[in-house]
């Protein structure tokens, strides 16, 4: 884009400034009444969750730990009161949502990546007749679905927690797995993947350069699912389908949710998929209950920025001269889905940013006060509690990494605390 029309959106948008500024911002979304982008419905999340329930079966087969679960890949809600006592004025209730837990891959990318290998792997299995939809799904464990499978290839780009998803569930399947993984990406989540027999292609670009390879290697090939991290409805249905899961989970422990009792989840953002899954499965059970924050770095707000601008996937931060560089490497995205930006146009309460600072900080008190440890990006969620203490209700900050990161990892992590 070029510097006279990012002239004018500074112009027109005055909190760009900041933003260019690398200060940290809120930006409330004043569109909450218009019409809602349907692309995407209730029908395709609850289609998402029968999918999952059928895999049960399966996934219990293969990852043993699930067994306790039911086969049902999910992360616990927890209050966290000693956190909630140090952040003083504070006015409602906390709680973290543990996908730093989530089973397999100890990331909120778990639940799309994970679900979008499941219905490729389905897709394949009924059309070479491996099984039928009212089938026992463990079937697809027998050497001869695995066989099947190895004949196919999957390609992601990613910043790290995605193609860990993707490369884990896939492997596991049968599948080839190749993931393009950005120069943010970290060393432990490449050599995991080598370790499982996943093909990992190292970049020293950015986030969207990884992608863009592995759509084009996936292209030339009939054989190769490309998992698009910026585009894919099913990612976005996977994700979605925490909400059913987190309303059940607030049924369970009695936490009300109403105009008197309102729900404020922070959740953190990269190109937008997660959260925008999230946000949009909370919005369709909470309606005007709940409240949703898309939490970036100062140094990556590609969502904020395509959602004040209305321009999604067409400006970049580094349009604007924001570098894309911090610590939160899962957020490090220049470029926000247009696809979730518009999905997100009329049902989230607004982004805000996050120095890199706040996120090491954060890190000292949640070990400190809750002894959990999460990864720098998930971190960017907790600071939604302390911008919006006053607000009665349940807060529930999502935390969306950190169970598999390796001892030596923490320990570089703690010398920034
Ligand atoms: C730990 C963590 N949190 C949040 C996100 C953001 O998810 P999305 O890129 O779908 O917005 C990511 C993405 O990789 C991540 O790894």
Same mark, same amino acid.
């Given at each position: =884009? ?11 948008? $005055? ?40 895999? &049960? ?29 140090? !952040? ?14 989530? $089973?397999?891959?100890? @990331?909120?990318?778990?639940? *799309?990546?994970?679900?979008?290998? #499941? ?20 079937? #697809? ?21 995605? /193609? ?27 050599? #995991?993947?080598? @370790? ?38 099913? #990612? ?28 404020? !989840? ?5 190109? +937008? /998929? ?6 949009? *499965?909370?919005?369709?059970?909470? +309606? ?17 920025? *395509? %959602? ?23 957020? &490090?995205?220049?470029? &926000? ?24 900080? @954060? =890190? ?7 002894? %959990? ?18 607000? $009665? *209700? ?6 969306? /990494?950190? @169970? ?12 920034? =605390?």
């Amino acid at each position: =884009m070029d510097t006279q029309k990012i002239q004018q959106l500074i112009e027109d948008y $005055p909190l760009l400034r900041q933003i260019v500024a690398t200060q940290e911002v809120i930006w409330e979304n004043y569109r909450t009444q218009q019409a809602h982008d349907e692309t995407f419905t209730v029908t395709d999340m609850l289609e998402a969750q029968a999918r999952l329930a059928r895999f &049960a079966p399966y996934l219990q087969t293969v990852f043993p730990a699930l067994r306790e679960h039911n086969g049902i890949i999910e992360s616990p809600l927890r209050a966290v009161p000693q956190l909630q006592s140090t !952040i003083e004025g504070f006015a409602g209730q906390l709680y973290i949502k543990c996908d730093h837990e989530l $089973p397999i891959s100890g @990331s909120i990318k778990a639940r *799309g990546g994970i679900y979008e290998v #499941l219905k490729f792997a389905e897709t394949i299995a009924l059309e070479q007749q491996l099984l039928s939809i009212e089938d026992t799904y463990d079937i #697809l464990a027998l050497p001869q679905c695995k066989e099947v499978f190895q004949r196919y290839k999957i390609a992601v780009g990613s910043t790290g927690n995605l /193609g860990l998803s993707i490369g884990l569930m896939g492997a596991t399947l049968g599948f080839q797995v190749t993931v393009h993984m950005s120069a943010d990406a970290k060393q432990w989540k490449k050599d #995991l993947l080598r @370790s499982r027999g996943v093909e990992v292609i190292e970049y020293a670009a950015d986030y969207s350069v990884a992608v863009e390879h592995g759509r084009q290697e996936a292209a030339q090939d009939p054989y190769c699912h490309f998992v698009d991290d910026e585009n894919s409805r099913d #990612l976005f249905a996977g994700y979605s389908v925490a909400a059913l899961r987190v309303a059940q989970q607030l049924k369970d422990a009695a936490i009300e949710v109403s105009a008197e009792q309102p729900l404020h !989840i922070y959740i953190p953002c990269g190109v +937008g /998929g997660g959260p925008g899954g999230v946000a949009f *499965g909370l919005h369709e059970l909470f +309606g005007e209950h709940v409240h949703v924050y898309f939490a970036e770095p100062t140094h990556a707000p590609c969502m904020t920025i *395509g %959602m004040i601008t209305k321009l999604y996937d067409a400006v970049s931060v580094q349009d604007f001269g924001i570098d894309g560089i911090t610590e939160a490497d899962g957020l &490090a995205v220049g470029r &926000a889905s247009g696809f979730v930006g518009q999905m997100m146009e009329s049902r989230i309460a607004g982004c805000y940013t996050v120095e890199d600072n706040f996120l090491f900080e @954060s =890190m000292k008190q949640v070990l400190e006060t809750e002894q %959990m440890f999460l990864e720098p990006s998930a971190h960017a969620a907790v600071k939604g509690a302390y911008l919006f203490r006053e607000r $009665p *209700g349940t807060h529930i900050i999502w935390a969306t /990494g950190g @169970s598999m990161v390796p001892a030596e990892q923490r320990a570089l992590y703690a010398q920034k =605390m």
